[in-house]
């Protein structure tokens, strides 16, 4: 199968855990910049990594990048790239665009030269002059930055942090590419106990029952790609395949849930039987001031309340005190906590063991790690 250059989208912060992921994936030749990694691979490359990359947001096949400052420029050179080797005659290829510091600001101009010039392409391809547009859709991307231009076209359709499994919507969801981002960041092992004591819809303990199995996390979904002559069932049948059997039979998982809004709750147990992990999750209606556990060198990875609006501060630095009383006396546990709030540490009681600056959609938050001892090993039997 023939390699080319293929794009995983990223949210700002996690790249280099996007880059990691690949890396776990066997690909090698990568490059890290804002927003997106950069790799080589092939037709099936595309498959694998849309089923198992936890933290990107999509997949792109990049058809061509070049140096752009006139709309002549954009149109001969977008026409020179080789469109027809991915795009069938029946092919629906709906252009978007963004530019950024770039001399050709107008975004929908560039759309439309860029539509015309792969028109023009597919029409020396095809010998026809009109195209219906009513086949599978190959969604195209028009990127300037400061004058240099990416074309790309999108495999995945839907981002990648829609998993298939959360199909009903709580207050302030928060992104499932993010609560693994969370996880993966907290380095929790399947064997140690988590907790998530504000859990909500239950995104960040399903995506932990998910780490802990090894289950990718598409395994549930479709893509957009799926449809691509190109890219034969066959792949994706291999892929999907490989990942079935690489799901860990061989753990127990001690995963908890807790909130103190029923209906909530209701909603974590849905998600968590959609996502094929219900059995492996302990949720629980319980106020976070009733907290406590015998057990010890377990995790808590949590997204508490924000506290947004005014007249919600007063309440949510409440909760943080509460949060430095209550954990404060888990001695053993690791914490891990995303919020928007720069003070939390003072509010907390204790300085962070360290900090990371994340985004949870378009607020800014702050990822704030406390670790705690690691357990004792275990004598080994003679």
């Given at each position: 199968?023939?390699?080319?250059?293929?794009?995983?989208?990223?949210?700002?912060?996690?790249?280099?855990?996007?880059?990691?992921?690949?890396?776990?994936?066997?690909?090698?030749?990568?490059?890290?910049?804002?927003?997106?990694?950069?790799?080589?691979?092939?037709?099936?490359?595309?498959?694998?990594?849309?089923?198992?990359?936890?933290?990107?947001?999509?997949?792109?096949?990049?058809?061509?990048?070049?140096?752009?400052?006139?709309?002549?420029?954009?149109?001969?050179?977008?026409?020179?790239?080789?469109?027809?080797?991915?795009?069938?005659?029946?092919?629906?290829?709906?252009?978007?665009?963004?530019?950024?510091?770039?001399?050709?600001?107008?975004?929908?101009?560039?759309?439309?030269?860029?539509?015309?010039?792969?028109?023009?392409?597919?029409?020396?391809?095809?010998?026809?002059?009109?195209?219906?547009?009513?086949?599978?859709?190959?969604?195209?991307?028009?990127?300037?930055?400061?004058?240099?231009?990416?074309?790309?076209?999108?495999?995945?359709?839907?981002?990648?942090?829609?998993?298939?499994?959360r199909k009903l919507v709580s207050r302030a969801p928060l992104r499932e590419t993010l609560a693994a981002a969370m996880i993966s960041l907290s380095r929790w092992q399947a064997e140690r106990v988590f907790i998530d004591p504000f859990c909500g819809a239950g995104t960040i303990p399903i995506e932990a029952a998910l780490q802990g199995l090894n289950i990718a996390p598409g395994l549930k979904r479709k893509f957009m790609a799926e449809e691509w002559s190109n890219l034969p069932p066959r792949l994706w049948e291999e892929a999907r395949l490989e990942a079935h059997d690489l799901i860990r039979q061989d753990v127990t998982l001690d995963l908890a849930g807790f909130d103190y809004d029923k209906e909530v709750l209701s909603l974590a147990r849905y998600h968590a039987r959609e996502a094929g992990v219900?059995?492996?999750?302990?949720?629980?209606?319980?106020?976070?001031?009733?907290?406590?556990?015998?057990?010890?060198?377990?995790?808590?990875?949590?997204?508490?309340?924000?506290?947004?609006?005014?007249?919600?501060?007063?309440?949510?630095?409440?909760?943080?005190?509460?949060?430095?009383?209550?954990?404060?006396?888990?001695?053993?546990?690791?914490?891990?906590?995303?919020?928007?709030?720069?003070?939390?540490?003072?509010?907390?009681?204790?300085?962070?063991?360290?900090?990371?600056?994340?985004?949870?959609?378009?607020?800014?938050?702050?990822?704030?790690?406390?670790?705690?001892?690691?357990?004792?090993?275990?004598?080994?039997?003679?």
């Amino acid at each position: 199968m023939s390699q080319f250059e293929l794009i995983a989208t990223a949210a700002f912060g996690l790249e280099s855990l996007v880059a990691e992921e690949l890396r776990d994936l066997g690909y090698t030749e990568l490059k890290v910049e804002n927003g997106k990694v950069t790799f080589r691979g092939d037709e099936q490359a595309i498959c694998r990594t849309n089923l198992w990359l936890r933290q990107a947001e999509r997949i792109l096949v990049q058809i061509g990048q070049f140096g752009a400052c006139t709309f002549e420029e954009l149109f001969e050179r977008t026409k020179a790239l080789p469109w027809d080797e991915w795009l069938p005659a029946e092919a629906c290829f709906p252009v978007q665009g963004k530019s950024i510091k770039s001399t050709l600001f107008s975004v929908s101009d560039c759309q439309a030269i860029v539509k015309k010039a792969v028109v023009e392409k597919m029409k020396e391809k095809y010998k026809i002059n009109w195209f219906e547009e009513n086949g599978p859709t190959y969604p195209i991307e028009v990127g300037l930055l400061k004058d240099l231009v990416t074309l790309t076209i999108d495999t995945s359709g839907a981002g990648l942090h829609k998993r298939g499994y959360r199909k009903l919507v709580s207050r302030a969801p928060l992104r499932e590419t993010l609560a693994a981002a969370m996880i993966s960041l907290s380095r929790w092992q399947a064997e140690r106990v988590f907790i998530d004591p504000f859990c909500g819809a239950g995104t960040i303990p399903i995506e932990a029952a998910l780490q802990g199995l090894n289950i990718a996390p598409g395994l549930k979904r479709k893509f957009m790609a799926e449809e691509w002559s190109n890219l034969p069932p066959r792949l994706w049948e291999e892929a999907r395949l490989e990942a079935h059997d690489l799901i860990r039979q061989d753990v127990t998982l001690d995963l908890a849930g807790f909130d103190y809004d029923k209906e909530v709750l209701s909603l974590a147990r849905y998600h968590a039987r959609e996502a094929g992990v219900e059995k492996y999750i302990h949720f629980q209606e319980r106020s976070f001031t009733d907290l406590s556990t015998k057990k010890k060198y377990g995790y808590i990875i949590c997204n508490p309340p924000y506290g947004q609006r005014l007249e919600e501060k007063s309440a949510v630095e409440r909760l943080y005190r509460e949060m430095g009383h209550v954990l404060g006396k888990l001695e053993t546990w690791s914490f891990y906590v995303l919020t928007s709030s720069p003070d939390f540490e003072k509010l907390f009681g204790r300085p962070a063991n360290k900090n990371r600056k994340l985004y949870n959609g378009m607020i800014k938050c702050y990822y704030y790690q406390f670790f705690g001892p690691k357990p004792p090993r275990q004598k080994s039997q003679i």
